[in-house]
T-cell receptor
């Protein structure tokens, strides 16, 4: 069954607005990672948050993790056209190093 | 400071041929992972290797697929007797240890005709 599931599946906003994407998962994890993928390209690692962390920042990115609800959110502030991409969360189950990906959120930033 | 390298970037094979995909991890990384991505889908784990060892191959199809990570040289994902359903993007990732960030290569896009 799917471990990480992103919500919404697609999001379209105006440049300058904030974008929030959510991810839910099912099992206990060691950490959760967020990746960006531009169309037809590889994945770019954005941020890793460990199970004992609640919030993490990196530039315009803010990630939260709620292990009691088994959910995470990715906030991109002051969005830019270049942020247009698919965003994936990936979790590793306790005892396993493999990452389990959701279907992704397709984010479109309109200029 | 090269990232994860994969080659070829694009590979076209006829049904029944063999496909060999190569992955060189980032410098200092000894853990390699292979994932497959079908169009409009997320990535699916295939196999996790360390030097000369397969650690987890729970995502590998039982037949036609194999992977190795020799002491010297890149990791190889080998698909024998390819079928149309093998057409996908195959991504390799590396990390410096368990439960660290996994960094991905640009992928190999396999097309089976």
């Amino acid at each position: 069954s799917q471990q990480g599931e992103e919500d919404p599946q697609a999001l379209s906003i105006q440049e300058g607005e904030n974008a929030t994407m959510n991810c839910s998962y099912k099992t206990s994890i060691n950490n959760l990672q967020w990746y960006r993928q531009n169309s037809g390209r590889g994945l770019v690692h954005l941020i890793l948050i460990r199970s004992n962390e609640r919030e993490k920042h990196s530039g315009r990115l803010r990630v939260t993790l709620d292990t009691s609800k088994k959910s995470s959110s990715l906030l991109i502030t002051a969005s830019r056209a270049a942020d247009t991409a698919s965003y994936f969360c990936a979790t590793d189950e306790m005892g396993a190093q493999k990452l389990v990906f959701g279907q992704g959120t397709r984010l479109t930033i309109n200029p | 400071n090269a990232g994860v390298m994969q080659n070829p970037r694009h590979l076209v094979r006829r049904r029944g041929q063999e496909a060999r995909l190569r992955c060189s991890p980032m410098k200092g990384h000894s853990h390699v992972y292979w994932y497959r991505q079908l169009p409009e889908e997320g990535l699916k784990f295939m196999v996790y290797l360390q030097k000369e060892n397969i650690i987890d191959e729970s995502g590998m199809p039982k037949e036609r697929f194999s992977a190795e990570f020799p002491k010297e040289g890149p990791s190889i994902l080998r698909i024998q007797q390819v079928v149309r359903g093998d057409s996908a993007a195959y991504f390799c990732a590396s990390s410096r240890g368990s439960y660290y960030e996994q960094y991905f290569g640009p992928g190999t896009r396999l097309t089976v005709t």
